[in-house]
């Protein structure tokens, strides 16, 4: 039996819904590049866990969480709009890929104290800045 993918499908699906709210002019603040992002990673997730091909479970959480990053980085002030974010993001990915493959165990851990540790210094760097103002 030949393993089908479905990201071609999600993909599509996702996108037409994309421009036929777009069209109709339902959710204005919704038609940006983040948004397309998201629908990819959701794509990439579907083909991941519905399609059961493990590799693309990085992609779709790299995808997906980069157009949420920026979706929340737009619209709220005390959302982390730096490395960290980023770096978390990754982390995320991996550990979710680790649970289902056992593999890439050390490069999640570096990665997750690593955004901790961006974080700590981001944020540090901030409230020094503020206070000098």
Do not use: C
Request: charged share 10%.
């Amino acid at each position: 039996m030949k393993k089908r993918g479905i990201f071609s499908g999600i993909i599509l699906i996702g996108f037409g819904m994309y421009f036929l709210l777009e069209r109709f002019s339902l959710f204005p603040s919704f038609h940006t590049w983040p948004t397309l992002l998201f629908i990819t990673g959701i794509a990439f997730l579907g083909q991941a866990y519905i399609g059961k091909d493990y590799s693309a479970i990085l992609s779709g959480v790299v995808f997906t969480g980069i157009g949420v990053h920026f979706h929340l980085a737009s619209h709220l002030s005390a959302w982390p709009d730096d490395i960290s974010a980023l770096t978390f993001i990754i982390a995320l990915g991996l550990l979710l890929q680790y649970v289902k493959t056992k593999q890439a165990l050390l490069p999640t851990v570096l990665l997750f104290t690593l955004s901790i540790i961006f974080f700590i210094f981001t944020s540090a760097s901030t409230s020094i800045y503020i206070r000098n103002v």
